[in-house]
Nanobody, 115 residues
């Protein structure tokens, strides 16, 4: 039922910027908490940022000051603006919707930061 589709990933040089988008469907978007996670091969999925249904944001320390999460409920979309990108940011980025104990994930979008 629930579907999340990420887009906006790609190849960018260190110091560059990307804006990821995640469009949700099949959910009451306005009442769910949204988040971004990332994963590299051989490692566990890592929390990056989140925004609650009320608009409260949170970030992992490594991206504070560089990334910004936002949402547009009318467009059922959550964004992740990524600035000053570093090679360590390279990963598959996943969008997450969470409502109580139920979690839905998108398919992921690849972000590669390399010169």
């Amino acid at each position: 039922q629930a579907q999340l589709v990420e887009s906006g990933g790609g190849l960018v040089q260190p110091g560059g910027s990307l804006r990821l988008s995640c469009v949700g469907s099949g959910i009451i978007f306005g009442i769910v908490d949204m988040g971004w996670y990332r994963q590299v091969p051989g490692k566990e999925r890592e929390y990056v940022a989140s925004i609650t249904s009320g608009g409260s944001t949170d970030y992992v320390d490594s991206v504070k000051g560089r990334f910004s999460i936002s949402r547009d409920n009318a467009k059922t979309t959550v964004y992740l603006q990524m600035n000053s990108l570093k090679p360590e940011d390279t990963a598959v980025y996943y969008c997450q919707a969470k409502f109580r104990s139920v979690t839905a994930w998108g398919q992921g979008t690849q972000v590669t930061v390399s010169s």
